[in-house]
């Protein structure tokens, strides 16, 4: 197999230069492990989580969006059990005082081959002791003992301090989901098997963030929850397996770039649960997850709540709390992803190597970009950019030789450059330049919409 042209260091450089991604914050020396969507990036992934909400609700029969508030009554974690469980287990180093998490130093010593989530604390601290793991900041071995970290970043409300209340920023999205069962469930007519979904950020205080947008404090997921009847739930976990690798592939990635994990350790409510792991430059690591989770989060709301979530079945009166297969994707570690998979290097015939980006069409950041020839064709230009600017996002370009435009646009992925030159003036025919094969055709400027419609549907 051709080895792969793309590095993390590649992509953050191309990132940067190219208004993909910036470092967070960068006139005031940066914030670690933010990042800001640059012009080009916050429309590639405006894009990704269009495709995503296009498949798992607009298309999906009986799936329903919402858009629930990040900051949550504070029982709604008590519910859940982060307030108590939502911890990694961590251990400072006494020479350097940096931060580590035990169960990453273990993976890391071990080259994968020990996992350490089959371990309970004090496996993990003998482990590392019969070991010798060493810190791998400073290569000294004189380790605090590990202590449970939780990782929801807390912050008050009230105008007085008398009046302060402890709350959250969500560190999942799910929760609104599981909170707006019963509103859903009545407002769409769902009847159950149903699902809820929402797009939306969530935030942990992760105390190993890093690997560019892999992982980081403030993230988006993409949440879908499947409500169903107990007994329907392995067809259901398989199902959304299927569909989740299904629109991976859709969206271009190769298949021997993804592959399924299962748990090793489930938790305690859990009846399954896998991931999907991607080949990223830093090795295989989870994309996105996969849930059976019983009939738990719903149980755990009634009980907290105070509220029935039991649903009664409209035709046979049977009364039950579903079960829920939940389908969860990190926005940015999916954009992380299709930025991967879409580099590449490719050397040319003249020996000049040119650097392009084979995004999916429906999630290039311009589904296209109008070049006039010359500066004085500017007008014939301007006017098929407006016409097309109103159906698709299109990038336009003036500046620079031809050929220097068409590398700036392959850059970036851009599918598709029309250039308005002097044949357009006589007959209304354009140049369409395919980014991938580099192959050149003429259409009539008038069939450009349709042309773009065809080629960059998801
Ligand atoms: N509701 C289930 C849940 O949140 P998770 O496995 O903790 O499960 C789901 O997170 C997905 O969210 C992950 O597969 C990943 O894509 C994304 N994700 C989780 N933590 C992240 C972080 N710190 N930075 C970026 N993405 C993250």
């Not at 004189?142 to 970043?153: C, D, H, K, S, V």
């Not at 969206?251 to 994990?261: N, T």
């Amino acid at each position: 197999m051709a080895k792969r042209a793309v590095t993390m260091e590649k992509l953050v450089a191309l990132c940067k230069n190219r208004g993909i991604v910036f470092p967070g914050s960068e006139i005031y020396g940066g914030m670690g492990n933010t990042w800001d969507y640059g012009p080009v990036g916050v429309e590639i992934k405006n894009n990704i989580k269009r495709a995503w909400w296009k498949r798992f609700v607009q298309e999906s029969e009986n799936s329903f969006g919402v858009d629930a508030a990040i900051l949550m009554n504070s029982r709604v974690w008590e519910a859940s059990g982060h307030t108590t469980s939502f911890s990694d287990p961590k251990m400072d180093c006494k020479e350097c005082k940096s931060r580590h998490r035990a169960d990453n130093l273990i993976e890391a010593h071990s080259k994968g081959k020990v996992n350490p989530d089959l371990m309970s604390n004090e496996e993990m601290e003998t482990y590392i002791r019969e070991h010798r793991i060493c810190c791998p900041i400073c290569g000294k071995f004189n380790w605090t003992g590990i202590r449970t970290f939780n990782l929801m970043f807390e912050t008050s409300r009230g105008v007085t301090d008398e009046n302060q209340n402890k709350i959250y920023l969500r560190p999942e999205t799910a929760q609104g989901e599981f909170v707006n069962f019963l509103n859903v469930q009545r407002a769409a007519r769902a009847k159950v098997p149903f699902g809820i979904a929402q797009i939306g950020k969530a935030f942990r205080n992760e105390i190993t963030p890093g690997n560019f947008i892999f992982r980081t404090i403030e993230f988006e997921q993409m949440e879908h929850q499947w409500f169903c009847k107990e007994g329907t739930d392995g067809e259901y976990y398989e199902q959304f397996k299927t569909r989740a690798m299904q629109f991976l592939l859709d969206l271009g990635f190769a298949p021997e770039h993804l592959r399924f994990k299962d748990h090793d350790k489930l938790a305690h409510y859990a009846k399954a649960a896998c991931d999907i792991q991607y080949e990223y430059p830093m090795g295989w690591s989870e994309l996105n997850g996969i849930h059976n989770r019983t009939d738990y989060d719903l149980s755990r709301h009634q009980e907290f709540s105070g509220k029935s979530l039991t649903y009664v079945d409209p035709v046979s009166g049977e009364r039950y709390i579903p079960y829920v297969i939940e389908y969860s994707i990190g926005a940015d570690r999916l954009m992380l992803a299709v930025l991967a998979e879409a580099y590449d290097e490719e050397t040319l015939e003249d020996g000049d190597v040119r650097n392009v980006m084979h995004f999916h069409p429906a999630i290039a950041a311009y589904q296209a970009a109008v070049l006039p020839l010359q500066k004085n064709l500017a007008p014939q230009a301007k006017e098929l950019l407006g016409r097309l600017k109103k159906q698709f996002s299109v990038s336009y370009d003036e500046a620079g030789s031809i050929g220097k435009r068409y590398r700036r646009q392959d850059e970036i992925g851009t599918p598709y450059c029309i250039t308005v030159d002097f044949d357009t003036l006589q007959d209304g025919t354009v140049t369409v330049r395919d980014r991938d094969s580099m192959q050149q055709i003429r259409l009539p400027a008038e069939k450009i919409s349709a042309f773009l419609f065809e080629k960059t549907a998801f």
